[in-house]
């Protein structure tokens, strides 16, 4: 399938500073990336959904000044937590769509980001 | 409201054992998702149903798909340890952004 990298793995960072994660799409364009969230023993949780060259969209209760989300390319989406306290504190895992003739191919997902703020 | 339903959410199995996780979906769905996850690892991806009456097989684990009911099947047969982890469905809703509805997650343990 296609490979969807997406880094750091984990990141410590103090309450206060801003974190910056990143997906790639690396043998495929991504028409379409997803955050999403999951807490410990939780399913995941979308946060957003974000296309190339436009804003994103937030899910009720995200708020998007604290989870600004860039989709500046068809390869390439991060997403960076502002501020951050240590209830943002999570595991963050994005995943790509491309189109194939007008079709959603199938969704591929990174390998998730450990975020632990202190 | 898009609800996805798994079950069991828990589930302890001895090795050798056959069991089969539930995934009751309430909206129309274009395509289903059965994902393991490992502890701190993201998504593992194993099968994609597409459409009505799908089955699908790969070792131990084989899914199913009966659209007619929005429901899924995951089987496992024979269990064995290496099969411990969290598995979760996820829904394709017809329509959407591309957006995975996710079941709340079975997590299996399986005993020697």
């Known amino acids: 399938g296609a490979v969807v990298s997406q880094h750091p793995s984990w990141v410590i960072c103090k309450s206060g500073t801003s974190v910056k994660i990143e997906c790639r799409s690396l043998d495929f364009q991504a028409t379409t990336m997803f955050w999403y969230r999951q807490f410990p023993k939780q399913s995941l949780m979308l946060m957003a959904t974000?296309?190339?060259?436009?804003?994103?969209?937030?899910e009720q209760g995200v708020e998007k000044d604290k989870f600004l989300i860039n989709h500046a390319s068809l390869t390439l989406s991060t997403l960076t937590v502002t501020s951050a306290h240590p209830e943002d504190s999570s595991f963050y895992i994005c995943?790509?769509?491309?189109?194939?003739?007008?079709?959603?191919?199938?969704?591929?997902f990174g390998q998730g980001t450990r975020l632990t703020v202190v | 409201e898009l609800k996805v339903e798994q079950n069991p959410l828990f589930l302890s199995m001895q090795e050798g054992k056959n069991y089969t996780i539930y995934c009751n979906y309430s909206t129309t769905s274009d395509r289903l998702y059965w994902y393991r996850q490992d502890p701190g690892k993201s998504l593992e991806s194993l099968f994609v149903l597409l459409s009505n009456g799908a089955v699908k097989q790969e070792g131990r684990l084989m899914a199913s798909l009966d659209t007619k009911a929005r429901l899924s099947t995951l089987h496992i047969t024979a269990a064995v340890h290496d099969l411990s982890a969290t598995y979760f469905c996820a829904v394709d809703i017809v329509g959407s952004q591309g957006n995975l509805i996710f079941g709340k997650g079975t997590k299996l343990s399986v005993k020697p």
């Open positions: 995943s790509a769509r491309a189109r194939d003739r007008g079709r959603k191919t199938e969704a591929f």
């Open positions: 974000s296309n190339e060259g436009s804003k994103a969209t937030y």
